[in-house]
């Protein structure tokens, strides 16, 4: 029989108010669209601003931007009749500053609590995430990352700055990162937040998408995976807690989640030295969602073959098996395979369960239009070793994300 798998929703309070701290520095003005893009994806903002930031743009943006009033005295009197700065370390569900500057993390990490920010900081049990920008000569002094290790180890969460040319003529490390990039980070704290850490301190490597066999410099052979459920795997692995790995096939063009290490390689080959590189260097569980080329050409012609002939035969030879070999060759490793199947899509699932010596499969029918490859939804059936007497587990038609999570709560339940 097979049972419908119901995930366990966390009992957390949810993250819903965001208090956006703004100090001195040119990149205060990505922080008004950061605002605006917070409150469109549904939070409430709030916002501090040091006397610095002032100087670059107005509290009255802001306002208008996040539709509350704009904090910007310790000792105002009006808001300390009750006791203003203590009110707003309480209703911050997460505070975010950005752009700190080498000054305000100076302050942090010494304690203070000279002026608004700092004191709030002192005074919050929310989560505090940290994004520096500065002159990337500043940015690389052994002071500024003395503080920056000092923060982290205070538990501040860091956002590291970008590279790039800054508003100086400048060329290094010390941008703020752009206002979409800080808005996903927030988003992805939430996700953390609202998922239950079921893989915490766990290292995970998940292969995505197609590999690509070269016929000759133009010509490949190669299949329409798309390396989506992968990707969405990385997400749901990290926001579980884990350190993740991501190996992509060749040709994928999706967009590498945040906080995740990707490699990207080519043919199966490469995909096979990647994986055992991941393996090597410690790993607890192996996700094998790409759709590995099953042969390759013996040889790939080094110029391109001419169409000379009504006919042509390719000879073909089988591609290194990925997941058989990671299974065999690292038999304490938690692995997982997929099978994308078009018939009998049990019997091929239960079949390479145990060829393949899997801990757990999750098979689904990419015959049908509506799932699988090119899609955003999926559907999956999921089977498990003997030994975990699980009975088989039916994941119903959702989003590719849904489907990861759930995939990703049923690991973490046989980790447990």
Not at 269 to 298: H, K, L, P, W
Not at 341 to 360: I, S
Request: charged content about 20%.
């Amino acid at each position: 029989m097979t049972a419908i798998f119901t995930p366990v929703t966390p009992a957390t309070t949810d993250i819903t108010n965001v208090l956006l701290a703004i100090t001195g520095g040119i990149a205060a003005y990505k922080s008004a669209m950061l605002a605006r893009l917070l409150v469109k994806e549904g939070f409430n903002v709030r916002v501090i601003m040091t006397q610095g930031a002032q100087q670059f743009i107005t509290p009255l943006t802001l306002q208008a931007l996040t539709g509350n009033g704009v904090h910007t005295e310790l000792l105002d009197t009006d808001a300390e009749l009750g006791m203003g700065h203590i009110e707003l370390a309480k209703w911050a569900d997460l505070m975010l500053i950005a752009p700190a500057s080498a000054n305000t993390l100076a302050r942090l990490a010494m304690g203070m609590a000279d002026d608004l920010l700092a004191t709030v900081c002192l005074a919050t049990a929310a989560p505090v995430l940290i994004a520096p920008a500065m002159n990337q000569q500043m940015w690389a002094h052994p002071a500024v990352q003395l503080n920056i290790q000092t923060l982290t180890d205070l538990g501040y969460d860091i956002i590291q700055p970008d590279s790039g040319i800054q508003a100086c003529g400048d060329i290094g490390a010390g941008r703020l990162p752009e206002p979409e990039v800080l808005c996903r980070r927030v988003l992805n704290f939430k996700a953390k937040h609202n998922t239950p850490q079921c893989l915490a301190g766990k290292k995970v490597t998940i292969t995505a998408g197609p590999t690509v066999e070269s016929i000759d410099p133009v010509r490949f052979l190669s299949n329409h995976s798309t390396g989506k459920m992968g990707f969405a795997l990385a997400r749901a692995c990290r926001d579980a807690g884990a350190e993740v790995t991501l190996i992509a096939g060749g040709k994928v063009d999706l967009t590498t989640p945040l906080e995740v290490r990707r490699v990207d390689v080519m043919s199966a080959s490469d995909m096979m030295q990647a994986a055992n590189q991941a393996a090597e260097a410690g790993c607890d569980i192996f996700i094998a969602t790409a759709a590995v080329a099953d042969y390759r050409t013996r040889e790939a012609a080094p110029q391109k073959i001419k169409k000379t002939q009504d006919q042509m035969t390719l000879e073909l030879v089988k591609n290194p098996d990925i997941l058989a070999t990671i299974s065999h060759s690292y038999p304490d490793m938690f692995v997982v395979g997929f099978a994308a199947e078009t018939q009998e899509v049990e019997k091929y699932a239960r079949g390479k369960l145990a060829t393949k010596n899997l801990d757990m499969i999750a098979c689904n029918d990419v015959s049908r239009a509506d799932i699988g490859f090119a899609s955003d939804a999926n559907a999956m059936t999921v089977f498990f070793a003997d030994q975990y007497q699980q009975s088989p587990q039916t994941l119903a038609k959702a989003s590719k994300d849904d489907i990861a999570k759930q995939l990703v709560a049923l690991v973490g339940q046989l980790q447990s």
